[in-house]
């Protein structure tokens, strides 16, 4: 079983896995293709509402004020989707982590069932991304004989990666996240640098810090004066709009650094035409033209939810000072991504009145001292948003369970191919056999072509 993910790169995990395994993806509850609906705008106004370039914007760490608008706005949201889900349509509170992993639990069940085999003794096989980990170690803790038994065959096996710290996911702060983001970031400026003058990267300049400066002062020049564009409608690229943007580049470095290298070229001759493509501004959106639509809108709110209903209330950001200090904490750790993270996260959570049923609260953190047959963790080396210091911790909560670090960067060691971790997770699936803790395995390439 295998949870979809934004960067899910399938052709790669499918010859990792070799082909003694059929996989069975799904939409976890809520989202896209599962019930229940979790939109806000039921009857699909979504696509004309500009709601959600608006909702996760950045803050401007120099102007207070924008501070004041994220924590509104953020009670707009709040206020505005809790009644659109309130009765008689009132079943988003049961699109939560603990429903999905018990839906998980019932799937095995039934497959068990289909075989003429015993469904209280069905054993979850299991590859999470993202997200995915945290789906996958609540369960290991919820039914940790499901996955992690020797007494019956066939074992089940749980693989994790792109880890995320499940306690402070539980928690609410979403704030562990940012750990490795800036160092992911720059990762950028010394493999670009690394790629030679009149190489592939076409944001060169003679070292790494002359890069970094050179995108300072995009971003400086963009913050004062904003870049018209026309493309379906007149419109401006903004600074808050690179720092979007500019988050979601280390998920992905072999795929996504050309091309950032390519429009901050543009941007630096004023030319917003590609970023606004990539964003969706200034195009139209309507209902006959939903390909126009970006696809992570579709995720927003699905994440947000069942962000905000696991957390239960557990962190709060009622009042205005705890949010600039939440903030402050943030843009501390994060520079590159601080204002962008904080007001895309925990803060959509303080006016979002949806509990789950009592039975579907997670309470603590997942872990599960005794394990037979031990889960497996992988992560890369830098990770925008799922540090290797999370992975490490959540190891560690797990007994028996082994870490395999890829030294690439990016979320999820699947976003660059390796042979080497290929390999291991092919052993694992195979016979359960782990890696030593701690082991390294390189990624078959690097961005921009340059081989190791
Ligand atoms: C469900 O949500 C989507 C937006 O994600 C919306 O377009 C669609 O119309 C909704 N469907 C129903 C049946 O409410
Ligand atoms: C409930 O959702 C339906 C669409 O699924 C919508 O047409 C209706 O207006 C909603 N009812 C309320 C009270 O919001
Ligand atoms: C701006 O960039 C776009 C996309 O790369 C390109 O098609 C266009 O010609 C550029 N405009 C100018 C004035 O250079
Ligand atoms: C959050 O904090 C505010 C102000 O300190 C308090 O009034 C409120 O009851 C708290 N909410 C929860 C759910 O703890
Ligand atoms: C963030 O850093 C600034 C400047 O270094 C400092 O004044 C502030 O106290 C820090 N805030 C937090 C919450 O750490
Ligand atoms: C540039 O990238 C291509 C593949 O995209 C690669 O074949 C080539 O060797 C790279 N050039 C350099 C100088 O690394």
Same mark, same amino acid.
């Given at each position: 079983m295998v949870n979809p993910c934004f960067v899910l790169n399938l052709a790669t995990f499918l010859t990792s896995l070799g082909t003694d395994n059929n996989l069975v993806g799904f939409d976890p509850r809520g989202v896209r293709n599962s019930g229940p609906n979790l939109s806000c705008f039921p009857n699909?106004?979504?696509?004309?509402?500009?709601?959600y370039h608006d909702i996760d914007a950045p803050i401007d760490y120099s102007d207070e004020k924008s501070y004041a608008r994220a924590f509104e706005r953020a009670a707009a949201f709040g206020d505005f989707c809790t009644k659109a889900h309130s009765a008689p349509n009132d079943t988003a509170k049961y699109a939560n982590t603990v429903a999905t992993v018990n839906d998980m639990r019932h799937y095995t069940e039934l497959l068990a069932e289909s075989k003429g085999q015993e469904p209280g003794k069905s054993k979850l096989w299991y590859y999470g991304l993202s997200y995915g980990t945290v789906l996958g170690?609540? %369960?290991?803790?919820?039914? =940790?004989?499901? @996955?992690?038994? =020797? #007494?019956? %065959?066939?074992?089940?096996r749980i693989a994790v990666d792109g880890v995320v710290d499940a306690e402070d996911y539980y928690q609410g702060k979403w704030i562990a996240n940012v750990a490795e983001s800036d160092e992911s970031f720059r990762y950028f400026f010394q493999v670009c640098y690394a790629a030679g003058e009149g190489g592939n990267c076409s944001f060169w300049a003679d070292s790494p810090a002359a890069i +970094?400066?050179?995108?300072?002062?995009? @971003? #400086?020049? *963009?913050?004062?004066?904003? $870049?018209?564009?026309a493309i379906d409608t007149p419109a401006i690229v903004t600074a808050s709009d690179l720092k979007a943007y500019s988050l979601q580049i280390p998920y992905s470095p072999l795929e996504s650094f050309p091309t950032f290298a390519d429009m901050l070229v543009e941007l630096e001759q004023r030319n917003g035409t590609s970023l606004a493509y990539l964003l969706q501004i200034g195009r139209r959106f309507h209902d006959d033209c939903e390909a126009a639509m970006p696809e992570w809108y +579709?995720?927003?709110e699905p994440r947000q939810f069942i962000a905000c *209903?696991?957390?239960n209330d557990r962190y709060n950001l009622s009042t205005f000072d705890a949010?600039?200090? /939440?903030?402050?904490?943030?843009? #501390? !750790?994060?520079?590159?991504?601080? +204002?962008?993270w904080a007001p895309a996260t925990s803060i959509n959570c303080r006016k979002l009145n949806i509990k789950a049923p009592t039975s579907q609260v997670f309470e603590g953190y997942p872990?599960?001292?005794?394990?037979s047959n031990p889960l497996f963790f992988l992560s890369t080396i830098l990770d925008p948003v799922t540090p290797l210091r999370s992975a490490e911790k !959540?190891?560690?909560? %797990?007994?028996? &369970?082994?870490?395999? $670090?890829?030294?690439? @960067?990016? /979320?999820?060691? $699947?976003?660059? &191919?390796? +042979?080497?971790?290929?390999?291991?997770l092919r052993n694992y699936f195979d016979d359960g056999s782990l890696p030593e803790y701690g082991t390294h395995c390189e990624a078959d390439q690097v961005p921009f072509g340059i081989r190791k």
């Open positions: 699909g106004e979504l696509g004309t509402s500009r709601f170690t609540t %369960f290991a803790s919820l039914f =940790p004989s499901r @996955v992690l038994s =020797p #007494n019956f %065959f066939p074992v089940g +970094e400066a050179r995108f300072e002062a995009i @971003v #400086n020049d *963009i913050e004062i004066r904003p $870049i018209p564009v +579709e995720d927003v *209903i696991d957390a949010w600039v200090q /939440h903030t402050d904490t943030v843009v #501390n !750790m994060t520079r590159y991504f601080g +204002e962008a872990s599960a001292s005794k394990t !959540m190891t560690k909560r %797990f007994g028996g &369970a082994s870490l395999l $670090i890829q030294n690439s @960067v990016g /979320h999820t060691t $699947i976003v660059s &191919a390796s +042979e080497c971790t290929s390999g291991y």
